[in-house]
């Protein structure tokens, strides 16, 4: 008993000393860099650099505070992208917090996956993955739609998606829409804007952008089948 006790304490304190020293580093560069705030300051392995998040960019800093780089960190022993694996657990943070009462869900009869889409009405990748959402639905894909206006706030694909999201039944709207039927322009406290945001924290750059529950992006339309396929083959190595 004594024995395990000896063993765990200068792990405590090495443990306290890292978190101080994190601190200490976290209000020397918010002194450098005034009016900045660094999330999630922590200690890079056994290295010297500490990796911080600002305005969700991931950034690495020397441990006393004078060089900071940007750019993707690579583990050579385990051919890690550390930057990416960061990257995908910021978003799933995200995707998590989502509330789905502001979504578009088509929900197939038995969930095996979920995928959160942000998705333009007017994208021509958009719609042909709309065209077959009988197909996701089939292999149990439930499908959470979100609002990414290509063209901005203000912009026409953004008054389409507040007409979509403002229409009493919502999912039948983005499939006429979608098809190419024009709606009659509606408005009210609607989401969209929001969800635009999110989407940008989410580095969404195109759409359709799909978020697995992982938090792994997929950039562009994707055919259900293979869909399946990539779910099943992430959510077996989780």
Known sequence: MLKHLFLIIPLLFSGISLAEEADKLKQQLEQTLPGVTIDGLKKVDNTQFYEGVINGEILYFSADG?????????????RTNLTEQRRVSMRKDIIDGLDEKDMIIFEPEKTAHTLTVFTDIDCVYCRKMHSEIEQYQDLGIRI????????????????DAVTVWCNEDRRDAMTRAKA????????CDNPVKAEFETGQKLDVQGTPALFMENGQMLPGYVPAERLKEILEQTSGQS
């Open 66 to 78: 004078r060089y900071v780089f940007q750019g993707e960190l690579v583990s050579l022993e385990s």
């Open 144 to 159: 959470r739609y979100m609002a990414y206006p290509r063209g901005g706030i203000g912009s026409e694909s953004y008054v």
């Open 180 to 187: 190419g039927e024009e709606l009659e322009a509606k408005t």
